[in-house]
């Protein structure tokens, strides 16, 4: 297959063209931006002045961390304790296809850095049907499946609506999520923003598809009840790790201080989901093209991660993605 020689992006990536020595029309783009593009000095100073504002306006939390057990969550949590010295309430949405190794992985390091931790797990009929229709329905449109599987899209939207949902019940000022810089388009509105800018009809179609497949139910899990997005004040929702930083093998370093091991039973692109498998293998068939090629890309083009190792990531010669999206699919059936 044909991929850009200084990303990774396929020609069969939606949009794509290529200029004559092989570059693609994102790399093209992505370099013109980049003089526009806010500074991360900027964006530092903007996080630094929120995080002081907010700080001990909740006696008890200064934020929730959506903490999937997953590399870049705990290496949030880290910093977030240990550089802002933040009280934390580690929340964890558990969509039931954590393998166990993962729940260690979140007992050993919660345990090490003294925060404390709480687990919602959707019941299991909605979450199978859930996840079964998001894999093998068209639910949401090409413009987003460019940037993740709809498997993912599902579960990223119940983790960042439950997270904030929980917060605002418990009126802590700050949700912390820790997407890695490649997950954005860049712009500063992905980075920092307030959940209820969005007007609640539009998100609501969003998900509509999802709910007349399967129920009204649907709802709960995807969007704040209407009244909640009239909290003042609104809580920010954050994604601090393009602007504090993301060096992958300090970050692994961290990790190997907190207990943390990487499962063994995961697909190479994620550190603690298996479900992330079968969305990659549907969303592939489908499209033909992989979930993370825009993310790794993106991790290239920013030079955290090597063109080479983006391509082992997406091409996964040991065949570990297939195998496991074949249980998780005999599970969801
Ligand atoms: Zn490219």
């Keep these: 297959m044909q991929r850009c020689i200084s990303c990774i992006l396929p020609v069969t990536f939606p949009g794509i063209e290529f ?62 304790k240990k550089e802002y010295n933040l009280k934390i309430l580690a929340f964890t949405f558990d969509n039931g296809f954590m393998p166990d190794h ?52 599902s579960c990223i939207r119940m983790v960042t609506n439950l997270s904030l949902k929980t917060a605002i019940e418990k009126q802590i000022p700050m949700v912390m999520i820790g997407n890695s810089p490649g997950q954005f388009i860049q712009s500063e509105n992905e980075i920092i923003y307030k959940d209820n800018r969005i007007p609640y009809g539009l ?28 909290t003042r004040p609104f809580p920010y929702t954050i994604n601090p790790l393009p602007i504090i ?36 293998i549907k969303h592939q068939e489908k499209l033909n093209f992989h979930p993370y090629d825009y993310e790794m890309s993106m991790l290239v083009r920013l030079g955290i991660i090597s063109r080479d190792e983006a391509l082992r990531r997406v091409e996964d010669p040991t065949g570990q ?7 998780i699919s005999e599970k969801l059936s």
């Design 321 to 327: 993605t297939a195998d496991i999206a074949a249980d």
């Design 19 to 80: 200029n004559s020595s092989g570059v693609c029309s994102v790399c093209e783009k992505y370099k013109e931006q980049k003089a526009y593009l806010p500074s991360l000095q900027k964006l530092k100073v903007k996080l630094d002045k929120i995080i002081n504002e907010n700080r001990s306006t909740n006696t008890q939390y200064d934020a929730l961390v959506a903490f999937s057990g997953g590399k870049d969550s705990t290496y949030l949590i880290y910093t977030l």
């Design 245 to 280: 930083g993301y060096d992958e093998s300090q970050i692994y370093k961290i990790m190997t201080k907190l207990g943390w091991k990487r499962p063994d039973d995961v697909d190479p692109n994620s550190s603690n989901c298996q479900l992330n498998a079968l969305g990659i």
């Design 203 to 230: 998100k609501r179609r969003l998900f509509k598809p999802l709910a007349d497949k399967i129920s009204e139910d649907v709802y709960y899990y995807f969007l704040l009840d209407k009244e909640q997005y009239k």
């Design 102 to 153: 993962t729940f260690l992985n979140i007992k050993n390091v919660l345990e090490k850095l003294d925060v404390d931790h709480l687990i919602l797990k959707p019941r299991y009929d909605i979450i199978k049907r859930i996840f079964s229709t998001s894999a093998e329905e068209d639910i949401f449109p090409t413009s987003l499946l460019k940037f993740g599987s709809s498997i993912c899209i």
